[in-house]
Antibody, heavy 121, light 107 residues
Framework: EVQLVESGGGLVQPGRSLRLSCAASGFTFDDYAMHWVRQAPGKGLEWVSGISWNSGSIGYADSVKGRFTISRDNAKNSLYLQMNSLRAEDTALYYC??????????????WGQGTLVTVSS | DIQMTQSPSSLSASVGDRVTITCRASQGISNYLAWYQQKPGKVPKLLIY???TLQSGVPSRFSGSGSGTDFTLTISSLQPEDVATYYC?????????FGQGTRLEIK
């Protein structure tokens, strides 16, 4: 059974940093691209970032470019999102999503339950 | 960047109705389009990929069509459990933009 378990969310002050993790199991992690998608309270889905199977292809939304860094450790079956210079508008539920293929340009067939990030003073 | 625009933003229909949701891309994306369903308080669920391919386990009353810039998600006979927000997403290249969502309610 595919499982994606996000962690690392919490309350953080504007301008500070946070690192999210996504622990994957139930599939061969290094065969698939992975993504982060967020959803602000009461709002729609927003793609944040994606990374291909071998980290060779990485993309970011304009809203987070230069502040967020996606990475993965295939040996640990884990996906990460380093979030720096956080802003109030980054407050959201952050989902980890598994792509259907090894390429970052793919739909998602599995999602985690999400981890909540709240940016507030 | 390519923008994805869904219409309508919200929709109320009766059980048994045929429901159609539209998604328009600001530039052509071939058939690199997926549809997701998100029920209140739940994680999004994949319904359709490659514009018209039904994900395994999804009821056959759901269907997708379109290519290029104009896409539709159709529910042939609306059921109470279909109350949800529906999102389209382009995935041909980054950014993998979502539409703003269509909230579907039962009349």
């Amino acid at each position: 059974e595919v499982q994606l378990v996000e962690s690392g969310g919490g309350l953080v002050q504007p301008g500070r940093s946070l690192r999210l993790s996504c622990a994957a199991s139930g599939f061969t992690f290094d065969d698939y691209a992975m993504h982060w998608v967020r959803q602000a309270p009461g709002k729609g889905l927003e793609w944040v970032s994606g990374i291909s199977w071998n980290s060779g292809s990485i993309g970011y939304a304009d809203s987070v470019k230069g502040r967020f860094t996606i990475s993965r450790d295939n040996a640990k079956n884990s996906l990460y999102l380093q979030m720096n210079s956080l802003r109030a508008e980054d407050t959201a539920l952050y989902y980890c999503a598994k792509a259907y293929t090894h390429l970052s340009s793919s739909w998602y067939n599995y999602w985690g339950q999400g981890t909540l990030v709240t940016v507030s003073s | 960047d390519i923008q994805m625009t869904q219409s309508p933003s919200s929709l109320s229909a009766s059980v048994g109705d045929r429901v159609t949701i539209t998604c328009r891309a600001s530039q052509g994306i071939s058939n690199y389009l997926a549809w997701y369903q998100q029920k209140p308080g739940k994680v999004p669920k994949l319904l359709i990929y490659a514009a018209s391919t039904l994900q395994s386990g999804v009821p056959s009353r759901f269907s997708g069509s379109g290519s290029g810039t104009d896409f539709t998600l159709t529910i042939s006979s609306l059921q109470p459990e279909d109350v949800a927000t529906y999102y389209c997403q382009k995935y041909n290249s980054a950014p993998l933009t979502f539409g703003q969502g269509t909230r579907l309610e039962i009349k």
